[in-house]
């Protein structure tokens, strides 16, 4: 089983449309969790770190469900600027992996 | 504007030669990480290093494969000799260990082709 797992879409939505992502991982114990966007042929780049309590950045919220091993990303009023790969991050257990999905990829419709 | 540097950000070269790449994390990281990513295996991790020293390069192919810190400012990769199935993007990453949630910030890789 991978440490992390994504739904590797494609999700197609349109413009100002509400999309959301999830992503499980494995490791109970694992200790920090992040998303990261990658457009084409680019560097992945930190989207959002994702707290125990849940944090939201202007239209972006991202959960944290430990019970259930999974953390979530919500978008909301989606741009076509928003098209891109989503990739769910955990740091392991030991605190030195870092388990990338394979990534979710979303493309906004005008 | 901090960010992370690698050079170079295009190699093409023969099977069998050596390939080197190296990256600059930024001022004050401490942790430098190198990724490898393809369409067919996503991103995967090569190695890792804490102040300079490797903590984890399981992910590495030894017999070709190796990493190096020379000093703060400057990680290596290199590969000798090199393959086509090494074929891909190469990308740094540094972070600080120091804080709360451990985030990594990544260069813009190098596109390494070998035929």
């Known amino acids: 089983r991978k440490e992390v797992e994504q739904d590797p879409g494609p999700f197609n939505v349109p413009e100002g449309a509400t999309v959301a992502f999830n992503c499980t991982y494995s490791?109970?114990?694992?200790?920090?969790f992040f998303w990261y966007r990658q457009d084409c042929r680019k560097e992945p780049k930190l989207l959002m770190s994702?707290?125990?309590s849940g944090n939201e950045d202007g239209r972006f919220t991202a959960q944290l469900n430990r019970a259930s091993q999974y953390i979530s990303l919500l978008i909301r009023d989606s741009k076509l600027s928003d098209s891109a790969t989503y990739l769910c991050v955990v740091n392991g257990w030991t605190g030195n992996q870092f388990y990338f999905g394979t990534g979710t990829s979303l493309t906004v419709i005008p | 504007d901090a960010r992370v540097t690698q050079t170079p950000r295009h190699k093409v070269t023969e099977m069998g030669q050596e390939v080197t790449m190296r990256c600059q994390p930024i001022?004050?990281?401490?942790?430098v990480f190198w990724y490898r990513q393809t369409m067919m295996q996503g991103l995967e991790l090569l190695a890792y290093f804490r102040n300079r020293a490797p903590l984890d390069d399981s992910g590495m192919p030894k017999d070709r494969f190796s990493a190096e810190m020379p000093d703060a400012t400057l990680a290596t990769l290199k590969i000798q000799p090199s393959e086509p199935r090494d074929s891909a993007v190469y990308f740094c990453?540094?972070?600080?260990?120091?804080?709360?949630?451990?985030?990594?910030?990544f260069g813009p890789g190098t596109r390494l082709t070998v035929l």
């Open positions: 990453a540094s972070g600080s260990s120091g804080t709360p949630y451990n985030e990594q910030f």
């Open positions: 001022l004050g990281h401490n942790t």
């Open positions: 994702v707290y125990s």
């Open positions: 490791n109970s114990a694992s200790q920090s």
